[in-house]
């Protein structure tokens, strides 16, 4: 486990030339007031080849100007398979 300011990410993906896709399927969601969380399963692809699998859960919180992500969490599964139900992209 490791933790970094989403400034890292953001830096990362504006010097990055590779084209990243992450698809995400069927979430569930649990809503209580202004605290939400959301789980779902995603795949990566990195420069058009299937990189990973994984899940991401999003912490939320509402607040004045709308929806926030207060934390983000994902677990990374390698594979050359996506488990994406509409199959590789196209």
Known sequence: MRSRPIETDIARLAESKDLWLERMWTPTVH???????????????????????????FTLLKTDQGWKIASAAYSIEPGS??????GPPH
């Open 81 to 86: 398979r996506t488990e994406n139900p509409a």
């Open 31 to 57: 809503l209580d007031g202004r605290l939400a969380v959301v789980w779902t399963r995603y795949d990566f692809h990195l420069n058009g080849k299937m990189s990973h699998n994984g899940s991401d859960c």
